[in-house]
């Protein structure tokens, strides 16, 4: 059967798209056109040109046809404006996908969560966005955040856009959907990609929430009571910035938390009546008062940390100097190995890391290269059941790989330290007192590690040790940020816990190690 002559000029065209790599570092998107065998591309663009003139003839008879024949003509207006709706209609379905997405993305897309079949399997993690420097570090912090661990993660990126894969394991009772929520609010819009944020400054700082003052009395102390408000702030996703926490000569407890609403509506009534309710469920009969006010500069000056620390803490606490073993020789069984390698690769920097895993291990290293603005093309990390880790990423730093000894060696031994211990724990003496110190490095964002005080205080509990008096403040010690937790212990009358049993024990709830 032959075909008509509108059949053969019609072309059928397949599109086929291949990703492949020239080296480990540069992926290529390359798409083939095919076309049916009874035509040829080149023929018909050729066919085209020498048709146009004709096609161009043919619509000219057409519209003189139309002046002849006024019937034909109303036809026409008819079917044009039955066209005109067609694309009006057309419109509003591109402007529905635009409010749901970014130009026709839809924000579902963006980060999709799979849940584990069965108990034991992993929770996949899918993030599908325009890229920006830091983008990993910022999605680590959100999932160590409620609580969970990256067992194993691929993610690659062109330099405008980025697909990360991350397997994740924790807690049962995770709010996936609030979760998908925060995940999505950490990816860059599509127009990040465009000229549209050109003149936005290249580190944007986060926004800046507003501090609010929670103070309330407990008529007497008890066991983990401190424990039992992390963890309802926590779960109502209250940060604490700051703390005072003392008790009095009477046994009575006065608490003061600096915090800031990640739902930013603890200014309303609704949500300050919501956080009292849970933390009178929580606390029971022993919550005498409790209010909630906006914290202006005057209130939160009072919130600052002291401004001096001993030198024998700072000395002993904060020491860059990698030391030859881990507390308890666990450096010598798991050695921390880094290693730069700018062979493979003409425009990109591979750096291997071998280590042994603890919680919040992918959120230390991608702060550590967002501190450093090193752009992270490519990673693999995967995390084995003996306890150790590995990983590879592919990187630039300015556009190019990274030839400088010296910024080697920097980058090596700040990632060494940061892996050896990202957290400081130390169990010193405070006049005849015993005094529990934790830090941690703060992002140059102005960002702290979360859950800090929150396993702090659940380690304590663990330990049925009391908790007397809490400082939390913020201090510049060698020319860096640090947050400093000072926990003033209430040894009381009864058992006391060796000091170095509460230093083990406060370390491994931080490290993941229990």
Not at 100 to 115: A, C, F, Q, S, Y
Request: charged share 25%; with cysteine; aromatic share 8%.
């Amino acid at each position: 059967m032959q075909r008509t002559e509108k059949e053969k000029q019609k072309k059928e065209k397949i599109v086929i798209y291949f990703l492949f790599s020239f080296d480990s570092s540069v992926l290529c998107f390359v798409s083939v056109h095919c076309f049916d065998g009874n035509s040829n591309p080149f023929v018909s663009q050729l066919n085209n040109n020498i048709n146009k003139k004709a096609r161009k003839k043919k619509k000219l008879g057409k519209e003189r046809l139309w002046e002849k024949n006024p019937f034909l003509e109303q036809k026409i207006r008819r079917n044009r404006a039955k066209t005109g709706q067609k694309q009006s209609k057309s419109a509003e379905k591109v402007k529905e996908r635009k409010k749901r997405g970014k130009m026709g993305i839809l924000r579902e897309d963006v980060v999709v969560i799979n849940p584990a079949e069965k108990a034991g399997d992993s929770t996949v993690i899918s993030v599908n966005c325009p890229d920006k420097t830091g983008l990993g570090c910022d999605l680590c912090r959100v999932i160590l955040l409620f609580g969970l661990s990256i067992a194993r993660g691929d993610f690659s990126t062109d330099g405008k856009w980025c697909y990360i894969v991350l397997w994740v394991v924790g807690k049962t009772n995770t709010r996936w959907d609030l979760l998908e929520k925060r995940l999505l609010e950490a990816c860059p819009s599509y127009f990040s990609t465009s000229g549209i944020d050109f003149y936005r400054p290249a580190n944007q700082q986060p926004k800046q929430l507003d501090v609010f003052l929670l103070k309330f009395w407990c008529s007497c102390d008890r066991k983990g009571l401190l424990h039992d408000v992390t963890r309802v702030l926590f779960e109502l996703e209250l940060t604490i910035k700051r703390a005072k926490v003392s008790t009095t000569p009477d046994g009575k407890v006065m608490d003061l938390f600096f915090i800031t609403d990640t739902r930013e509506l603890l200014h309303t009534k609704e949500r300050q009546g919501q956080t009292i309710l849970h933390l009178k469920t929580a606390l029971g009969d022993i919550l005498e008062s409790c209010e909630i006010e906006s914290a202006g500069p005057e209130i939160t000056a009072c919130s600052q940390g002291t401004s001096f620390l001993p030198s024998a803490i700072t000395e002993n606490m904060f020491s860059l100097e990698l030391p030859a073993q881990y507390p308890g020789g666990l450096l010598a069984l798991n050695p921390i190995s880094i290693t730069v390698d700018n062979t493979l690769s003409p425009s990109h920097t591979l750096i291997q890391v071998l280590c042994q895993d603890h919680k919040g291990l992918i959120y230390d290293i991608m702060r550590t290269l967002k501190d450093y603005n090193i752009q992270v093309s490519y990673g693999r990390f995967f995390a084995n059941q003996n306890g150790g880790c590995e990983l590879d990423l592919i990187v630039q730093a300015d556009g190019k790989k990274i030839v400088d000894r010296n910024k080697q060696n920097a980058l090596c031994s700040r990632l060494r330290m940061e892996l050896w211990h990202p957290l400081r724990v130390a169990v010193v003496s405070r006049g005849p007192d015993t005094e529990l110190l934790v830090a941690n490095p703060v992002e140059l964002s102005g960002r702290g590690r979360p859950l800090v005080f929150h396993d702090i205080t659940l380690a304590l509990k663990n330990l049925n040790t009391q908790i007397f008096s809490v400082e939390i403040g913020r201090h510049m010690i060698c020319d860096r940020e640090w947050e400093v937790y000072r926990i003033l212990l209430d040894e009381g009358d009864g058992y006391h816990v060796p000091r170095n049993k509460i230093e083990e024990g406060v370390r491994k709830i931080l490290m993941g190690w229990e």
